[in-house]
């Protein structure tokens, strides 16, 4: 009887191990590209300096999700990637936000200068209207490319008309509209930041924002103007 | 019979014997069951037996038809007592291997060996000289002949000696080096010799391996281009025998003054070629030529020295792309960027955002594709291309698929489909959309796979197309090697018959070879094309490729696709190589257009007239800067003005015979004067004696082996005796053949005999009453 309970969990310890392997080769768990054909949008979320790209852990998958929800777009997950990492350039679109100051490598600002020549594009968001993010972003990209420095952006540009109408964004905390700011490559917008916690805004519902920067509606749409512009232009 | 042929015997032969039998059978089986019957029935006997006879009659004609009887007829020929000696006098063979000249050769052999044992054996010859055709000498002195023949026309020999005299020749013996560049009538001189029984004797001088020689073919380059767009002017060079590496320089001339140069090695035997790669920023038209200078290569000959084109730089025609996706995906944004350098292409995008939402872009005017994509040939029309992304027939009507195909068919405007697996499935198979595209889908619904990375393979059709010469320099196919790897492409069958295959995967295979990834079509006036590859964009984004090698690719894709039927005639040309004193044929046809509301016809005016003609050969060259040298000159008289009617879809064939080397243009104007299509055409002589220049014994024993004749090289055929002993041999055997069997009984009098047989039993029944 021993004996043939240890048989028998032997066996039910190979069954296993096989099915777990099946299953590996029916769902391949280490997909190392994005290029997969089953999703259109995926994105990046840039890692630098300190950070782990963590800040607004959720806030790529909410933007991704918000883009699908209003589109035919299937989702992807994000991944977290280096501006030096080779990997950068297998993402045409890469998310960055933060809270604090930041200074960009050489490497990095060489690397992605070559990232914008070859058509990707940046979403930045200054987390919880903290300026000392979006001061740093502004000062870093304008690094980047020879002749071109960041702007704002008025709202006659496309941005705020590729997918919902935005005549104004206003801001929650101040008398003033809330504008978008952009760097641009040889006329093509390659970069856009907001500096009013719209991440928080469509991720947390400006729960940690405290009530300040942009209202969850207009964060999500912004969102959703900027990814499809990005897609479009 | 033919003129000296003896009739030896005429036999007649069932060629089914086993089916005679059979049927024989059966009609003694049908006779004894008559026969039986009248018995029984009580018929006289001498009446059942004419009865039976008759029956009988017609019963054994049947089986005899049944075995197929055909008559054979053996004949022979009148005893022949000549030979024809041919001696080829082309330029081929005032080539000196080693030693003396191969013409010294065959007429050494001629007249020391073959005439003397000729006349020795009792037959005469008949002797000729030949190149580009046949000339009968009348005795031996006339083979004294310098070889300058412009072509080797054996054919055209053989025929001339077997018609010369009322008996053929007992056999055809040519003395040549067997190169022969004139073969239009070999079928029928074969033929000829084959059906009367005459053997082809050869004996080949030279040697095997031809002279080194170099040939500038011609130049190629865009007939026009845009002011500041780069473009490739290339020379086409054909190389044989050059064992040795020889370097050579290639100067272009543009409007007669030296522009740049090259110096090229090169070795072995085989076409190739080299571009310049150059940049007009004013328009207007400017005449390039190149030349090839040898840098002290021994041995070798420059067969052609020169070519020349004329290229137009003009502003581009503006073109309209229509891109529709059925999804939102990143291909749009990265094609609309490739396009943003040539302001001459405006594409206007048409995106699925959400089950019933539609994104446009660019569109120019308030109302254009406010309800999706166009249902009226009107609403297509302004555009010259549409490209179909994640796009599948059943997101399009039948109507909208139809109309798609009246703009390429009829508007001669270009299709590009694109996207992966989800696209291209078997749900294509039966739309009309199907019919479009070059490519052939699986019945499978969805044909699957283990997508692992790959390296695009791009085919030699593709490497030599113009779409794909992307790089700012030579060699302008360069950035190709950087391209990305790729993992997801849709899985098809094969390309259609006559498509263009451009890509292929590497190691996949399907039902007809590697998988094809893109494939281009001509479809009535337009071209259409598919490309399998999902997330094409990424060669752009690839951080080790050049964005601008991307850009060039999509630009000249579009162009090719938009511009294929854009002008309102298209010139053709039959023949891919112009002399000077032979006639040129061209086609004219004339594209059918939205605004042709009928279909009748429209009178054009063709001219033809020379853009340059070569005064003289090329001076010598001398650079820095060239001495001399053709000069484009201002327009002479017109070589042929014509007006003539053109209806869509009905070409006009022209021909003119231009009498100088040169360029020459070929225009056509509408009604009104104004241009509908321009080509201009270079015309040359080229040496082609010179062109292949080694003996050729597989020719040579490819005529014996089809006569029952010998081929033998000239060093294994020391004397003429051996040569004639093999010849009688041969014509002996040849002359004794069978005619071609007839078969006989199958005519109007043997229907007429077994239908008279017939009706004679029917009137004999009536009459006597039997049924």
């Known amino acids: 009887m021993r004996g043939g309970y240890g048989v028998a969990r032997v066996g039910w310890s190979l069954s296993g191990v096989i099915c777990g392997l099946a299953l590996l080769c029916v769902f391949p768990v280490f997909a190392d590209d994005l290029d997969s054909g089953l999703s259109t949008f995926f994105m990046g979320r840039v890692r630098y300096n300190d950070t782990d790209g963590a800040d607004c852990g959720d806030v790529g998958k909410d933007l991704m999700e918000l883009v699908s929800r209003v589109s035919t777009v299937k989702v992807q997950e994000e991944r977290r990637v280096m501006l030096t990492d080779p990997a950068l350039f297998e993402t045409p679109f890469v998310f960055m936000n933060g809270h604090n100051d930041f200074v960009l490598s050489d490497d990095e600002i060489s690397a992605l200068r070559q990232y914008f020549?070859?058509?990707?594009?940046?979403?930045?968001?200054?987390?919880?209207?903290?300026?000392?993010?979006?001061?740093?972003?502004?000062?870093?990209?304008?690094?980047?490319?020879?002749?071109?420095?960041?702007?704002?952006?008025?709202?006659?540009?496309?941005?705020?008309?590729?997918?919902?109408?935005?005549?104004?964004?206003?801001?929650?905390?101040?008398?003033?509209?809330?504008?978008?700011?952009?760097?641009?490559?040889?006329?093509?917008?390659?970069?856009?930041?907001?500096?009013?916690?719209?991440?928080?805004?469509?991720?947390?519902?400006?729960?940690?924002?405290?009530?300040?920067?942009?209202?969850?509606?207009?964060?999500?749409?912004?969102?959703?103007?900027?990814?499809?512009?990005?897609?479009?232009? | 019979m033919l003129d000296g042929e003896r009739k030896l015997m005429t036999e007649v032969t069932?060629?089914?014997?086993?089916?005679?039998?059979?049927?024989?059978?059966?009609?003694?089986?049908?006779?004894?069951?008559?026969?039986?019957?009248?018995?029984?029935?009580?018929?006289?006997?001498?009446?059942?037996?004419?009865?039976?006879?008759?029956?009988g009659c017609v019963l054994l004609t049947l089986s005899l038809l049944c075995g197929w009887p055909v008559r054979q007829t053996e004949?022979?020929?009148?005893?022949?007592?000549?030979?024809?000696?041919?001696?080829?006098?082309?330029?081929?063979?005032?080539?000196?291997?080693?030693?003396?000249?191969?013409?010294?050769?065959?007429?050494?052999?001629?007249?020391?060996?073959?005439?003397?044992?000729?006349?020795?054996?009792?037959?005469?010859?008949?002797?000729?000289?030949?190149?580009?055709?046949?000339?009968?000498?009348?005795?031996?002195?006339?083979l004294d002949r310098q070889p300058d023949g412009h072509r080797t026309n054996i054919a055209g020999a053989v025929t001339r000696a077997l018609g010369d005299a009322a008996t053929p020749p007992l056999a055809v013996v040519a003395l040549t080096d067997g190169a022969a560049n004139q073969t239009e009538a070999s079928v029928q001189a074969l033929s000829a010799m084959t059906h009367l029984g005459v053997p082809f004797i050869a004996v080949g001088f030279g040697?095997?391996?031809?002279?080194?020689?170099?040939?500038?073919?011609?130049?190629?380059?865009?007939?026009?281009?845009?002011?500041?767009?780069?473009?490739?002017?290339?020379?086409?060079?054909?190389?044989?025998?050059?064992?040795?590496?020889?370097?050579?320089?290639?100067?272009?001339?543009?409007?007669?003054?030296?522009?740049?140069?090259?110096?090229?090695?090169?070795?072995?035997?085989?076409?190739?070629?080299?571009?310049?790669?150059?940049?007009?920023?004013?328009?207007?038209?400017?005449?390039?030529?190149?030349?090839?200078?040898?840098?002290?290569?021994?041995g070798l000959r420059i067969l052609a020295a020169t070519a020349q084109v004329a290229v137009r730089v003009a502003k581009q025609p503006e073109l309209r792309v229509l891109y529709v996706q059925g999804a939102l995906t990143w291909d749009y944004k990265f094609v609309a960027t490739a396009l943003r350098a040539d302001p001459t292409i405006r594409i206007t995008g048409l995106t699925r955002t959400g089950a019933q939402s539609i994104f446009r872009q660019n569109v120019e005017s308030t109302g254009e594709l406010l309800t999706g994509f166009p249902t009226t040939i009107e609403q297509l029309a302004p555009f010259r291309a549409v490209v179909l992304s994640s796009l599948r027939p059943g997101d399009l009507s039948a109507e909208q698929q139809e109309l798609l195909a009246r703009f390429c068919s009829e508007l001669g405007g270009g299709l590009l489909v694109m996207g992966g697996a989800a696209t291209f499935d078997?749900?294509?198979?039966?739309?009309?959309?199907?019919?479009?595209?070059?490519?052939?889908?699986?019945?499978?619904?969805?044909?699957?796979?283990?997508?692992?990375?790959?390296?695009?393979?791009?085919?030699?059709?593709?490497?030599?197309?113009?779409?794909?010469?992307?790089?700012?320099?030579?060699?302008?196919?360069?950035?190709?090697?950087?391209?990305?790897?790729?993992s997801h492409y849709g899985r098809v069958d094969d390309a259609k018959p006559g498509a263009e295959v451009w890509m292929r995967h590497p190691t996949d295979k399907g039902p007809a070879g590697r998988r094809v990834l893109m494939a281009v079509q001509r479809y009535g006036a337009g071209v259409t094309a598919a490309l399998m590859v999902?997330?094409?964009?990424?060669?752009?984004?690839?951080?080790?490729?050049?964005?601008?090698?991307?850009?060039?690719?999509?630009?000249?894709?579009?162009?090719?696709?938009?511009?294929?039927?854009?002008?309102d005639v298209a010139i053709g040309l039959t023949d891919d190589r112009l002399e000077p004193e032979t006639e040129v044929r061209f086609s004219l046809e004339?594209?059918?257009?939205?605004?042709?509301?009928?279909?009748?016809?429209?009178?054009?005016?063709?001219?033809?007239?020379?853009?340059?003609?070569?005064?003289?050969?090329?001076?010598?060259v001398s650079h820095p800067g060239i001495q001399g040298g053709s000069q484009p000159i201002s327009r002479s008289e017109p070589m042929l003005v014509r007006q003539i009617e053109l209806s869509p879809g009905s070409p006009v064939e022209l021909t003119f015979r231009p009498e100088r080397p040169g360029l020459?243009?070929?225009?056509?104007?509408?009604?009104?004067?104004?241009?509908?299509?321009?080509?201009?055409?270079?015309?040359?002589?080229?040496?082609?004696?010179?062109?292949?220049?080694?003996?050729?014994?597989?020719?040579?024993?490819?005529?014996?082996?089809?006569?029952?004749?010998?081929?033998?090289?000239?060093?294994?055929?020391?004397?003429?005796?051996?040569l004639i002993e093999g010849l009688r041999h041969k014509a002996e055997a040849a002359q004794r053949r069978l005619r071609e069997s007839r078969p006989v009984g199958f005519g109007a009098w043997s229907l007429a005999a077994l239908t008279a047989l017939l009706v004679g039993e029917w009137l004999l029944r009536k009459t006597w009453g039997l049924r």
């Open chain 2, 664 to 722: 020459y243009r070929i225009s056509v104007h509408g009604p009104g004067g104004a241009l509908a299509a321009t080509r201009t055409v270079e015309v040359k002589a080229t040496d082609v004696e010179l062109l292949e220049t080694a003996r050729d014994m597989e020719h040579l024993r490819q005529w014996a082996a089809l006569t029952n004749g010998i081929a033998l090289p000239a060093e294994e055929c020391e004397t003429g005796r051996q």
């Open chain 2, 426 to 486: 078997s749900g294509w198979k039966g739309s009309r959309l199907e019919d479009l595209v070059p490519i052939v889908f699986s019945d499978d619904r969805a044909v699957g796979g283990i997508d692992q990375q790959f390296h695009l393979e791009l085919t030699e059709t593709a490497l030599r197309h113009p779409v794909f010469r992307i790089g700012a320099t030579e060699p302008a196919t360069a950035p190709l090697s950087e391209l990305p790897t790729f």
């Open chain 1, 117 to 233: 020549v070859h058509g990707g594009f940046m979403f930045a968001s200054g987390c919880c209207t903290n300026p000392d993010f979006p001061q740093a972003w502004r000062r870093e990209l304008n690094r980047v490319l020879e002749g071109e420095s960041v702007t704002p952006l008025a709202y006659d540009h496309l941005i705020y008309r590729s997918f919902y109408r935005l005549e104004r964004v206003h801001s929650l905390h101040e008398d003033r509209d809330i504008q978008l700011e952009g760097l641009f490559y040889q006329g093509r917008l390659v970069a856009v930041m907001g500096e009013d916690g719209i991440c928080c805004a469509f991720s947390e519902d400006n729960t940690c924002n405290q009530g300040r920067g942009v209202s969850p509606e207009d964060g999500r749409r912004l969102a959703v103007n900027i990814a499809v512009y990005a897609m479009t232009h």
């Open chain 2, 75 to 142: 004949t022979t020929a009148v005893e022949r007592r000549a030979v024809a000696v041919l001696v080829d006098r082309s330029e081929s063979m005032a080539l000196a291997d080693t030693g003396p000249t191969r013409y010294a050769q065959a007429h050494d052999f001629a007249i020391r060996q073959l005439l003397p044992v000729l006349e020795n054996e009792g037959l005469g010859a008949r002797l000729y000289l030949f190149a580009e055709d046949g000339e009968a000498v009348s005795d031996p002195t006339g």
């Open chain 2, 14 to 55: 069932l060629q089914l014997p086993s089916a005679f039998r059979i049927a024989l059978g059966f009609a003694l089986v049908v006779l004894l069951l008559s026969a039986w019957s009248h018995w029984r029935r009580g018929v006289p006997l001498a009446r059942a037996a004419l009865l039976l006879s008759l029956r």
């Open chain 2, 534 to 567: 999902e997330n094409f964009w990424r060669w752009r984004m690839a951080g080790d490729s050049d964005p601008a090698a991307f850009d060039r690719f999509w630009r000249q894709l579009l162009r090719h696709l938009g511009q294929a039927g854009v002008a």
């Open chain 2, 207 to 298: 040697r095997d391996r031809g002279f080194p020689t170099l040939t500038l073919r011609q130049l190629d380059a865009p007939a026009e281009t845009a002011p500041g767009a780069s473009f490739a002017l290339t020379a086409r060079l054909e190389a044989t025998a050059i064992d040795d590496t020889v370097n050579v320089e290639l100067l272009l001339l543009r409007d007669g003054r030296l522009h740049q140069s090259q110096t090229i090695s090169h070795r072995g035997a085989r076409p190739f070629s080299q571009s310049f790669r150059l940049t007009e920023t004013e328009e207007g038209e400017h005449h390039y030529e190149v030349r090839l200078v040898p840098a002290g290569a021994r």
């Open chain 2, 590 to 620: 004339r594209r059918r257009r939205p605004a042709d509301n009928e279909a009748g016809a429209k009178v054009f005016e063709a001219r033809i007239e020379p853009v340059l003609s070569a005064q003289s050969p090329p001076s010598p």
